[in-house]
């Protein structure tokens, strides 16, 4: 067995769990189905999406406050009406880093917040053709399908993808997107675009067609959340956004992110190694602006902050370590 194996082998084995396990029964590790309710933030008007956002009550308790002889006043419950949808979610509570695409894991929440807050604001993803790398269970792809025209969520694996198409098929009667929604294989080791079957009856059930790959063309969105957290993994990433985003219309993506920190030798110290790889391939616009045309590709990067986007989905803790970029992809002139 060589190094590689050896290393393969131990991804496998070990066991990962994210913070995220709404309503899931204690001791398990799944699958489970989480139900996420998204509502409306106060001060966000959405008239636009009235289908989908419904008028719900729900029960909220006052303060606890006393008399003045100290005796506490039970509070009375009130009703307040809050606009609101649930998602359902199949995922696993643990699993190997390889199939860290079955669980559901803050950046994701983050990046369907960003996702939401866009479709409720702006006419922005109305209509639009978008890719979502790394998709997972899904979430964020499925929430902007309600918008626009084509949604690929594409990952790697027979097993994420086929949880990421069970639910989309929980949701349907949410969203109405079946017919929006492909579930696609990409491995950003493989060259692109991917093969294409001409036989439709040994067609594969996450392969691709011709005509999704020149819908792809035609992408103006671009989508990823928590994909960083192996430099390998990060490398492979901007190879396949490299040809990708170079390639048909131009393209935006949304990058959501948790830093993650360990201890290192060479450091001594507590880093986030994973993330300052990340960041060195991006640079900002005067940077890619002095570059020579024979340097290029040059992503130019922009950080986005995640306290000005209100919080849609519920059920979570976004902490400090998320953070959201919008990437960009410069071809440089001749």
């Known amino acids: 067995m060589n190094g590689g194996d050896s290393k393969d082998d131990e991804e496998e084995r070990e066991q990962v769990m994210s913070e995220v396990h709404l309503g899931c029964p204690p001791g398990i590790s799944g699958p489970h189905i989480s139900r996420f309710t998204i509502c409306l933030p106060s001060g966000v008007e959405s008239s636009r999406f009235n289908g989908l956002f419904k008028e719900e009550e729900s029960c909220t308790d006052q303060e606890i406050s006393f008399d003045e002889d100290g005796d506490l006043i039970l509070p009375r419950r009130r009703q307040i009406s809050r606009r609101c949808f649930t998602m359902k979610i199949l995922h696993n509570i643990s699993s190997s880093i390889p199939s860290v695409g079955l669980q559901v894991w803050k950046a994701e929440l983050v990046l369907s917040d960003f996702v939401l807050h866009k479709m409720c604001t702006s006419m922005e993803f109305h209509g639009i053709v ?3 790398l790394g998709a997972g269970t899904g979430l964020a792809g499925m ?3 309600h918008a626009a025209k084509t949604v690929f969520l594409t990952d790697h694996g027979d097993q994420i993808l086929e949880n990421c198409l069970k639910n989309v098929q929980l949701n349907s009667g949410v969203l109405n997107h079946q017919k929006v ?3 696609r294989e990409l491995d950003w080791t493989h060259p692109w675009p991917p093969k294409v079957s001409s036989d439709l009856a040994t067609q594969e059930r996450f392969s691709w067609s011709s005509s999704e790959l020149e ?8 989508l990823a959340a928590d994909v960083i957290y192996s430099d390998d993994l990060t490398d492979a990433l901007f190879g396949i956004l490299e040809r990708i985003m170079s ?6 993506l949304y990058l959501a992110l948790e830093k993650r920190y360990n201890f290192s030798l060479d450091d001594l110290d507590v880093v986030a190694n994973g993330y300052l790889n990340f960041r060195s391939y991006l640079k900002d616009d005067s940077e890619c602006e002095g570059l020579e045309l024979g340097s290029l590709p040059c992503f130019t990067g922009k950080r986005i902050d ?3 986007i209100p919080q849609y989905v519920g059920g979570y803790d976004r902490g400090d370590d998320v953070e959201l970029w919008e990437i960009r992809y410069s071809k440089g002139k001749l």
């Open 306 to 308: 995640v306290a000005e």
């Open 130 to 132: 978008s890719l979502e």
């Open 215 to 222: 819908e792809v063309q035609k992408a103006s969105l671009l």
């Open 181 to 183: 929604v492909y579930v």
């Open 143 to 145: 929430l902007l399908a």
């Open 247 to 252: 390639q048909g219309s131009e393209k935006v």
